[in-house]
């Protein structure tokens, strides 16, 4: 089994920075990617940032020069700086991962519970 745990949410002013932190655990024998998504309320869910085993980043048009997604592949756990925060940036985010349990065994896509960003003065 494998679980994903996010923290670093809360409550900041607009302008402020937060940083969001999600650790793997649990039978992992790799990992392809990590990534963030969000959801607002009565909005789809949409793809913050992601990164692959390569290094490679993935960047949604709104949080870019803004956001950056890191990655300490020796504690399976993704980083996702946020500065200059907006209210629009308010909304739940969700870590997503997927990973390979065995060696040689196919990937598998996880997520995590959420963590609650409010962006408000």
């Known amino acids: 089994q494998v679980h994903l745990v996010e923290s670093g949410g809360g409550l900041v002013q607009p302008g402020r920075s937060l940083v969001l932190s999600c650790a793997a655990s649990?039978?992992?024998?790799?990992?392809?990617?990590m990534g963030w998504y969000r959801q607002a309320p009565g909005k789809q869910r949409e793809l913050v940032a992601a990164?692959?085993?390569?290094?490679?980043?993935n960047y949604a048009d709104s949080v870019k020069g803004r956001f950056t997604i890191s990655r300490d592949m020796a504690k399976n756990t993704v980083y996702l700086q946020m500065n200059s925060l907006k209210p629009e940036d308010t909304a739940v985010y969700l870590c997503?991962?997927?990973?390979?349990?065995?060696?040689?065994?196919?990937?598998?896509?996880?997520w995590g519970q959420g963590t609650q960003v409010t962006v408000s003065s």
């Open positions: 990164t692959t085993s390569g290094g490679s980043t």
């Open positions: 649990g039978r992992i024998f790799g990992i392809d990617a």
């Open positions: 997503n991962a997927y990973i390979k349990p065995t060696r040689g065994g196919p990937s598998h896509n996880y």
